[in-house]
């Protein structure tokens, strides 16, 4: 019995080779396409990073993997992997941002405090202990009239307080002590140099010798009607 014989003939390709050319514009026009930029992009990143990102990229393509029972991530999934160590990495940095910002603003604001104690605690040692009226002498010799305004308020609050026309207290306000003028000739007149030592003091307004002599005639009067009274 002879054996089929099943191969199949091969046919050979006997046609003569021709050579192609390319001309120069050509070529320029496959060298701007970006489909034929086979170049690869030089990575300058810290070689710990590519590490550390190449460790979390697969390890969470493991995890998801595990978790979908997928062997292998594709399409945009796998994109979102890739991008996904970026955006942890965004994540972290605004948390510590906003930690800073948080500690920061802490800061201030225990500095700030610590700031209007120590006004306090000055403002109450020189009514109970210094010669004010020195004190206001040494900053017109200074030519600090600013100071000098704030010295007198300091210097009336005590007269008055001497006097018994208010109660002098450290945690007291201004204002607590118009109100205790109320029913008092001294209201309007300490009232008055109250508005000019708040508006001299703490508004910063800058201040002359002129204007100094215009503010002091107000504590002046004040001054005598409470030593006269």
Do not use: C
């Not at 701007?32 to 550390?52: G, M, Q, R, S, T």
């Amino acid at each position: 019995m002879v054996a089929q014989n099943d191969s199949i003939p091969i046919k050979l390709d006997i046609a003569p080779l021709v050579q192609k050319t390319i001309n120069e514009g050509e070529l320029e026009t496959f060298r701007e396409d970006p489909d034929f930029n086979y170049e690869v992009a030089k990575n300058n990143a810290p070689e710990w990073w590519v590490a550390f990102k190449n460790w979390l990229s697969n390890a969470l393509i493991r995890f998801f993997e595990w978790l979908f029972g997928v062997e292998e991530a594709v399409g945009a999934f796998n994109t979102f992997l890739k991008v996904l160590p970026y955006l942890l990495l965004l994540v972290l940095v605004f948390i510590l941002i906003k930690f800073f910002i948080n500690v920061n603003a802490r800061a201030v604001s225990f500095n700030k405090k610590n700031e209007a104690l120590v006004t306090l605690s000055e403002e109450e040692h020189i009514i109970k202990n210094e010669d004010i009226q020195k004190l206001i002498q040494q900053a017109l010799a200074d030519n600090n009239y600013r100071l000098a305004v704030r010295y007198y308020y300091l210097f009336m609050l005590r007269l008055m307080n001497e006097k018994e026309i208010i109660s002098w207290e450290l945690q007291k306000t201004n204002a607590d002590y118009n109100r205790e003028l109320e029913k008092t000739v001294h209201k309007k007149p300490f009232a008055r140099i109250t508005r000019l030592y708040e508006y001299i003091w703490y508004g910063d307004f800058p201040i002359d010798e002129t204007n100094y002599r215009k503010a002091e005639a107000n504590f002046l009067s004040l001054k005598e009607a409470v030593l006269n009274g």
